[in-house]
């Protein structure tokens, strides 16, 4: 599957090709609600990077949940387990929003979800860690975890109204 991002752009946008109609998208790295294609309005994947000074504007605002992957460059795992965040981004676009931190550029965030393996995926509600794996996994399990952790949070969420 060739990844949705196809040209890096800057830290605060990615072009990104719509998976619905294949047109190319400029996908800002904050902004509210859920990015969707200019052409034909289908829901775009959003993947965006965070550092230490944007981390709270970039995932922590409301809207779809937020997949953090904390990872470095010298990991091979983190390398591995890349492209199938990149391919969870996708099917779930609209339900998530991918957003890459490298550690070793943002200890302060590395000190703040206490790393001490890479890579460490978060999953975040409304700036609420939700769920937590670390480690490498292939996408079909990834986006499952993604799923039940959004499902559970959800349910709980109905038994407390």
């Not at 800002?28 to 965070?50: F, K, M, S, V």
């Not at 490498?136 to 109905?158: E, G, M, N, T, Y």
Request: hydrophobic letters at 40%.
């Amino acid at each position: 599957m060739e990844s949705p991002v196809t040209e890096a752009g800057t830290k605060e946008s990615r072009v990104t090709v719509c998976p619905h109609c294949g047109r190319r998208n400029r996908v800002p790295a904050e902004a509210d609600g859920t990015p969707r294609c200019g052409n034909c309005h289908y829901a775009l994947p959003w993947i965006a990077d965070a550092a230490d000074d944007d981390f709270a504007r970039i995932a922590e605002r409301p809207g779809p949940s937020v997949l953090v992957d904390l990872w470095a460059v010298w990991c091979g795992p983190c390398r591995t387990v890349s492209p199938a965040l990149e391919q969870v981004a996708q099917e779930l676009a609209g339900e998530i929003k991918l957003v890459k931190v490298d550690i070793d550029r943002s200890p302060g965030l590395a000190a703040r979800f206490e790393v001490q393996a890479v890579p460490t995926l978060l999953l975040m509600d409304g700036g609420e860690i939700i769920a937590r794996q670390a480690g490498a996994a292939p996408a079909p399990a990834l986006r499952s975890w993604v799923r039940q952790a959004i499902a559970d949070r959800k349910s709980v969420r109905r038994e407390k109204e």
